[in-house]
């Protein structure tokens, strides 16, 4: 048996072995997978149902006083109708200044969570569909952190903005796709040299910001990270950017870091085979930025698609090429026009969180929203 088959999601280990082994690894989802509705897909519904569905959900919004807020990846129809539209660490930023008497955002359970742990006393936050979960997210377990803080006393933990809120809670920091390589840094820069830091529970990320610390002249030595990853992501593998990469010798490409193909385009890059400026790492609200400040006509996007439609209204003008058409993650798009709209009418699901946790995961929170 192989290394790699006796690794399993949720596993942590120090940071060399899991660097060394980042290309065998292949985690899958540990929970089920929904069904896409046939309403993700906006041309399914008439364009007259939809209008009257988004004329409806903009006057509830005001009388309710509500601020919506969503994700990149949802579909455009919603994204449409939303206040802020961006990535995890803008939302839990606008989230938490905001006064509105609703939060309700149409995007993932972890996200929603956030904003009921960061919530002042008079507001509500509602999600259209709680079963919209999160498949890294559940590769993090609050009971193996515990245990590796017991075996590694004074360890400091990092825990990646895609976690529940008892993992947060077991957290000394949180970060975002946008900040980790930032956060890390931080850490060891205000940490002993001998306290273990954990970083979790995204490998590929984890890589990712090891790397950078790793370039700034940091050793990996006190470093460990988890063994968990996104399904959509962790399926964009070197071969979908490659193949691309061939079709569209011009083209940019910009890749999250959640991805599967992550290390394989850091080394395209270290080695010089491509230049830096042509292959770059970004959140997917980095994408948006990026897609319009760069002076390639063609780009080529490696992340979940749906951060085409924010993608391509910041820059009309670009071609915009999924490294993988597949990659679609199918609990963002629980979220419809109609179970936002009936969330809004119905003012549910609320979203609580338990108080004791909310407070000590706001901590880890507070600080990711300061970092970077
Ligand atoms: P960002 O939008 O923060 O880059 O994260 C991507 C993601 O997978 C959210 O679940
Ligand atoms: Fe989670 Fe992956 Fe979906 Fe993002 S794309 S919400 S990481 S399952």
Redesign the pocket.
């Known amino acids: 048996m192989s290394i790699t088959e006796e690794v399993t999601a949720g596993d942590i280990l120090p940071a060399k072995d899991a660097v060394s082994m980042i290309e065998q690894i292949d985690l899958g989802p540990t929970i089920d997978i929904p069904v896409v509705p046939p309403e993700a897909d906006p041309e399914y519904t008439p364009a007259a149902e939809r209008d009257r569905l988004k004329g409806e959900i903009l006057r509830l919004k005001k009388e309710r006083n509500a601020l919506i807020l969503s ?1 990149n ?1 949802v579909q455009r129809d919603i994204q449409d109708v939303s206040d802020a539209v961006g990535d995890s660490l803008f939302l839990a930023r606008e989230g938490a200044k905001s006064d509105a008497d609703v939060l309700i955002e149409p ?2 359970l972890f996200m929603n969570q956030i904003l009921a742990a960061m919530k002042k006393p008079h507001q509500k936050v509602l999600a259209p569909d709680l079963g919209a979960l ?4 559940a590769h993090a377990d609050a009971g193996r952190i515990r245990d590796w803080k017991r075996d590694h006393p004074g360890g400091l933990v990092i825990s990646y903005v ?1 976690t529940y809120l008892d993992v947060k809670a077991e957290s000394d920091y949180c970060c975002a796709s946008a900040n980790a390589a930032k956060v890390l840094e931080h850490v060891l820069e205000h940490s002993d040299p001998d306290q273990p830091i954990l970083f979790l529970p995204d490998v590929f990320l984890g890589f990712f910001a090891a790397k950078y610390i790793e370039k700034k002249g940091h050793s990996l030595d006190r470093l460990w990270l988890m063994m968990g990853a ?4 962790e399926a964009i593998r070197p071969h979908h950017v490659e193949e691309q990469m061939r079709l569209h010798p011009d083209a940019a490409v910009v890749v999250h870091p ?1 991805c599967g193909c992550t290390s394989a385009c850091m080394r395209q890059v270290n080695t010089g085979l491509v230049p830096q400026d042509l292959l770059q790492f970004r959140s997917t609200q980095g994408m948006v930025k990026l897609v319009r400040e760069i002076p390639q006509k063609e780009v080529i996007m490696a992340t ?1 698609v749906g951060n085409m439609y924010p993608m391509s209204k910041a820059a009309p003008d670009k071609t915009l090429i999924p490294a993988s058409a597949e990659a679609l ?1 199918a ?2 798009k629980q979220n419809t026009l109609q179970n936002l709209h009936d969330s809004l009418l119905n003012l549910v699901h609320e979203v609580t969180v338990d108080p004791e946790l909310a407070e000590r995961a706001k901590i880890p929170i507070e600080r990711m929203i300061s970092i970077g």
Do not use: G, I, T
């Open positions: 994700h990846y995007s993932v999160c498949s890294l997210a895609n996104c399904h959509v992501h959640e979940e993650c609990f963002m």
